[in-house]
């Protein structure tokens, strides 16, 4: 009888526990796509809430203008890549990353063969539209250097304002380099028309829950719940692919084919990996060769981290040489 008391009363005081923990406001700037899979689920399956978190979001246009929204003071937290966090970091900007939430390979150079390009080579002296300042600028250059060419021998469109679509369909440009869903949306409207290059190579695109350096400092039980949240996505999605896939669907009102063919180029991992580092380090060098930026040093990127949040919840997912 005493037994069946405990179990009664257990489950009854986890539950005031529950209850008693003080719920606390986090917001989150967001570009709406799959990089925010582990996001997504998270809400969706209620582990924000779960973990004391009240979440609200706010869409932005690009990945950087979302980081400039957060930087402004718009957001609490928002997602950017590893090549934007490099360049807030020239900037001086008082910037941190708390984790990768998404690890990708999809960029790509798409080509109007009408314009005479059947090769890498065939680039040179054609306009390319390009989102300056972003990761995909980098992979333009990286690309171009691989096959004999400096990126000042293309001219490069900002399209940083402009539907990448509509220009390169309307002939505006003679190529891109983009993600998706952009590749797709292409694709369905040419198909045969266009040619298709990986620009990554095997360098992926990490993208990272990104603060201020001052909102860290000030809030590392929020950090250690958005963690908590974040750890219980990334579990749902390994244990249950096809309903993770299913909700990022309905979410973001994909097709079932475009969330099955995209699905493989992401590891939706919560992680700090010297990798991260490693590709940092490649961009600013890259920056620093190209002129981007007035410095002439790579900073120490690590200074640029905060490790506890995830250290504390999920230790095995910080593998970092300090």
Known sequence: MAGIAAAVILPAV???WGCAQKTEPISIGIWPNEINTLIYIAQDQGYFAGEGLDAT??????????????LKGETDIS???EFLLAGKVFAGE???ALASIDQVL????VARQDRGIKSIADLKGKTIGVFKGAATEFYLGRTLELNGMRINQVTMLDTAALNIVDIFRDGKVDAVITGQPNIARIKSQMGGEVIVWPAQSSQSTFYNILCTGTWAAENPEKIKRLMKSLDRAERYIITDKDKARAIIQK???????YVTD????????LSIYQVLIAAME?????MIANNITAAKTVPDFLKYISFDGLKGVKPEAVKIIR
């Open 94 to 96: 008082d910037i941190r």
């Open 14 to 16: 986890w539950g005031t």
């Open 79 to 81: 997602i950017g890549s």
């Open 106 to 109: 999809q960029v790509a150079i």
């Open 57 to 70: 979001f706010k869409d932005y246009t690009s990945v950087a203008n979302g980081v400039d929204g957060m």
């Open 251 to 257: 979410k973001l009102g994909y097709s079932e084919e």
């Open 282 to 286: 490649d961009e600013a060098r890259w």
């Open 262 to 269: 995209v699905w493989p180029d992401h590891r939706f991992l």
